[in-house]
């Protein structure tokens, strides 16, 4: 059974502050991460995907990738704020199992001014 | 803007009637789309896979005969819950492919009393 396995929270940093956020998963053969936002009542919005090893900068975002260790992070710098939300990571397979993500149990964050 | 729709974004029903939840893709063809059901302080599951013109695929625990979809067009999956219970309160959010990465639909919360 495919498993992701994300860091226990709920995480609270100060405004201005970097959040890190960390995520394992079980399958070897996962091809695809991605993190997801999501804001209570609402459905999840994607903020990074990374497929290779090494990292990934979007913005405020870094998305990072080690998939000998099976371990992919989300580290957010000078966080606000609007960045409290539960974040998901998700893992998608290669082929016809793309698609088909295996999430995790999301990490609480919370951002105070 | 939205790349995916859901109607109705909220649904309150009897025991034992049947709710109808669509998924439209806004921007693009999708031959396949993802079903995932989120309960109350819970990560996303997967439900299940449609497949435009064929059927759908299940994920291992989900009853094929109560939750039924169809992908009738490229642009438009639907998710039948039938004779819905309690237990089947939840929030339905369905998924679309784009060339490297997934989006979310708005999502669907379903009441059932």
Same mark, same amino acid.
Request: aromatic share 10%; proline share 4%; glycine share 8%.
């Given at each position: ?5 994300? /860091? ?13 956020? /960390? ?7 996962? +091809? !695809? ?18 497929? !290779? ?12 990738? /080690? ?5 992919? !992070? ?5 966080? +606000? ?15 016809? !199992? ?16 | ?11 309150? =029903?009897?025991? $034992? ?34 497949? &435009? $013109?064929?059927?759908?695929?299940? &994920?291992? $625990? ?31 959010? =369905? ?19």
């Amino acid at each position: 059974q495919k498993e992701v396995e994300q /860091n226990s929270g709920p995480l609270s940093v100060p405004e201005g502050a970097i959040a890190s956020l /960390n995520c394992t998963y079980s399958d070897r053969g996962s +091809q !695809s991460f991605f993190w997801y936002r999501q804001y209570s009542g609402k459905s999840p919005e994607l903020i990074m995907f990374i497929y !290779s090893n090494g990292d990934k900068e979007d913005g405020r975002f870094t998305a990072q990738l /080690n998939k000998a260790s099976q371990y992919v !992070s989300l580290l957010i710098r000078d966080s +606000q704020p609007s960045d409290s939300a539960t974040y998901l990571c998700a893992v998608g397979g290669e082929g016809t !199992s793309y698609g088909k993500l295996t999430f995790g149990q999301g990490t609480i964050l919370t951002v105070h001014p | 803007g939205a790349v995916v729709s859901q109607h109705p974004s909220r649904v309150i =029903c009897k025991s $034992g009637t049947s709710v109808k939840i669509e998924c439209r893709s806004l921007d693009f063809q999708a031959t396949t789309m993802f079903w995932y059901r989120q309960f109350p302080k819970k990560s996303l599951m997967l439900m299940a896979t449609s497949n &435009e $013109g064929s059927k759908a695929t299940y &994920e291992q $625990g989900v009853e094929k005969d109560k939750f039924l979809i169809n992908h009738a067009s490229l642009t438009l999956s639907t998710l039948t819950v039938t004779s819905a219970h309690p237990e089947d309160s939840s929030f339905y959010i =369905c998924s679309v492919t784009s060339v490297d990465t997934q989006y979310f639909g708005p999502g669907t919360r379903l009441t059932v009393l």
